[in-house]
Each structure stands twice: as C-alpha cells, then as structure tokens.
C-alpha cells in the first residue's frame, strides 16, 4: 500500500513565524501535491509538482511556496505565516491516478 | 477552468437505507475521469469510485454506486445499505485525461450523517 507521511498532524506557529510542512512517500511516484482544506470550501490544490525540482501553482498559491529536492518529499513553505493560513493541509501523491492522501497536518496561526 | 457542484452540504440517512449524494461537474472536455472520496473523522482520504468519462458503464464497488449522465454532466454516489461507518465527508472530483494533467478538482463536500 501507498504510503504518504506527512510529519505533524498538529501544529501551532504564531504569526510571521516561517512555517515548513513536510510530506513523504513511500512509493516512487512521480506527482506530488499540497492542498489546502477549510469548511466549506471543499480542498483546493495550493501547489503541485510532477519532478523533481519542478513546481508548478495551483489555484491558491500567494502566501506559499514549495520545495522538491528529492522525488519522495515535497515540502510547503509559509514564508510569514498569517493568521489566514489557519487550515488542514493534505499532501497526496500519484503515479497517474488517483492520488493517494496523506492524514492531513492542522495548522493554527496565531 | 473546470468546476466541481456539491449542492448538499449536508445529508442523513438512516442504517440500512439507501442515500444518493449529487455532483455537477462543468468542462469543455470530453474524455476525462471523475471520482468519489471519502473523508471519515480519522481525516484520511479515501478513494471510494472512480469513473472514466469514455465509459458508458456506471462503475460500482460493493455497496458504492455511481449514476454518470455526461451529457447533463452528473456524476451522483450511492450507497446502498448504509452503515454506521460510512458516516463522512465526501468529495466528489474531477481530473482532466491525459499526461501532465494529474491534479484533481475538487466539490465543497457533502457531509453525511448515519443514523442507528
């Protein structure tokens, strides 16, 4: 089975503080992905990467950035984390379809 | 862009019973895949159906079932004798065929409750 860690499932960071969410997989997949979960709003995909080194912006990438050095991480970077961050992140990884979920990391900006 | 319709924010059905959660779906497309998640308060996703646009055959997994009309872009999920874990959020999604287009859309989201 796939398996996606992602390295807290809690986490509080104050305001400004920079913030790195970490996502690992187990499987050699080639596409990795950040989305960003709020109620109400269903997920929507912050940022995604199909190699490594490469990024690509999803939908809601202002505020964010990425990191693939390696083809098994893929890192999301909150360079001054605002109180509007405050979310559940989920990193998922695919082969080509589907994606495969991580168990999310809850961030609170204060 | 594509655009994914959840209209039910919220749904019940009792054990046992039978329940039908909708997904509207907006695209130029014409081959494409579309898929149902589940979400339980565990938060891992789940896949629970997927669904090949150039199939013409609803796709089915045990108790799950999909009604895929692609000419009224609809794309809804039953469940068929529901059953207290089946209690979730479930997101229906959409993803463009083809190399390079891997990344999924997604609804808002139906959460659904499951009565004893």
């Known amino acids: 089975d796939v398996k996606v860690t992602q390295s807290s499932r809690y986490l509080v960071k104050r305001t400004g503080e920079k913030v790195f969410l970490e996502c690992v997989q187990d499987?050699?997949?080639?596409?990795m992905f950040w989305y960003r979960q709020d109620p109400g709003l269903g997920l929507r995909l912050i940022y995604f990467?199909?190699?490594?080194?490469?990024?690509e912006k999803g939908d809601i990438p202002e505020g964010y950035s990425v990191s693939r050095e390696k083809k098994e991480r893929f890192s999301l970077i909150l360079e001054s984390a605002s109180t509007n961050q405050t979310s559940m992140y989920l990193c998922?990884?695919?082969?080509?379809?589907?994606?495969?979920f991580g168990n999310g990391t809850r961030l609170t900006v204060t | 862009a594509q655009t994914v319709t959840q209209s039910q924010p919220e749904m019940s059905v009792q054990e046992a019973e039978t329940v039908t959660l909708s997904c509207t779906y907006d695209?130029?497309?014409?081959?494409?895949?579309l898929f149902w998640y589940k979400q339980p308060p565990s938060r891992q996703m789940i896949l629970v159906i997927r669904?090949?646009?150039?199939?013409?055959q609803n796709a089915t997994e045990n108790r799950f079932s999909v009604n895929f009309q692609k000419a009224a872009k609809s794309f809804s999920l039953k469940i068929s004798d529901s059953q207290l874990g089946d209690a979730a959020m479930y997101f229906c999604?959409?993803?463009?065929f083809g190399a390079g287009s891997y990344q999924l859309t997604f609804g808002k989201g139906t959460k659904l409750s499951v009565i004893p």
């Open positions: 669904q090949e646009a150039y199939k013409q």
């Open positions: 695209t130029s497309e014409s081959d494409y895949y």
């Open positions: 998922a990884s695919s082969l080509n379809s589907p994606l495969h």
């Open positions: 999604a959409y993803r463009r």
């Open positions: 499987m050699d997949h080639e596409n």
């Open positions: 990467s199909y190699d490594v080194k490469m990024k």
